[in-house]
């Protein structure tokens, strides 16, 4: 089945610093891949996901970037702010494996003002 | 629309108890999930349904037993609680396609104390 590791487990960076979270994924028929952003005590939310037919994608200060031929896929967020700590997790699903999430460890971003 | 609701909010129990925690959605979503999560480990999925009818074992099945009798409601039960499944409990649901519109939503949690 799927296997999805995520680096770093923490991060901290300085207000206005880029920060840049990298998943690797292990089934080629993985297709699509979200990033969800969880505050303290509050439910996993997404905040942009890719489909395997491109190869970035933007939203304002996000982007996630996916290399399907070595199987990762990075969320990168410039100018950071402070409201942007909290902890990131990767995700791919596969439809042979019947379309289920399967989630990275999670990375604590910290942004110090 | 309520989107996707769990209870209960927290619950302590002690060993060796039944606990049922409950997951509804007003979104006529057809996949829904249950995953544990706990520091380190990530979102873990504990059983799906693609469905209503139907049920799958995820990842960390054991000590757990999901049904899905209707389209709205994905009970996870815990027939004899341990200490080791005190975690946090999320519900999610999505639609079950293939298109662009199959975004998994969470539900608010439900933090579980087994004693």
């Known amino acids: 089945g799927e296997n999805v590791e995520q680096h770093p487990s923490t991060l901290s960076v300085q207000e206005g610093d880029s920060a840049v979270i990298k998943c690797t994924y292990s089934?080629?028929?993985?297709?699509?891949f979200p990033w969800y952003k969880q505050e303290l005590g509050k439910r996993p939310q997404l905040i942009i996901d890719i489909r395997s037919n491109v190869g970035e994608k933007k939203d304002q200060r996000i982007a996630v970037t996916l290399n399907k031929t070595a199987k990762h896929f990075s969320l990168h967020i410039t100018e950071t702010q402070p409201e942007d700590s909290a902890v990131y997790f990767c995700?791919?699903?596969?439809?042979?494996?019947?379309?289920?999430?399967?989630f990275g460890q999670g990375t604590e971003l910290s942004v110090k003002p | 629309i309520a989107g996707i609701t769990q209870a209960p909010t927290s619950q302590i129990l002690a060993a060796g108890r039944r606990m049922t925690l409950r997951c509804t959605q007003d979104m006529r979503h057809n996949a829904m999930y249950w995953y544990r999560q706990d520091l380190g480990l990530g979102l873990r999925l504990i059983h799906y349904?693609?469905?209503?009818?139907?049920?799958g074992k995820g990842e960390v099945p054991d000590g757990y037993s999901v049904s899905r009798a209707n389209t709205d409601d994905f009970p996870l039960t815990l027939a004899s609680a341990v200490p080791s499944q005190t975690s946090v409990y999320f519900c999610a649901s999505r639609p079950y396609s293939s298109g662009s519109k199959d975004t998994q939503y969470f539900g608010p949690g439900t933090r579980l104390t087994v004693l």
């Open positions: 995700a791919a699903r596969s439809y042979n494996q019947g379309g289920k999430l399967i």
């Open positions: 349904s693609n469905t209503a009818g139907t049920t």
């Open positions: 089934d080629s028929a993985s297709n699509y």
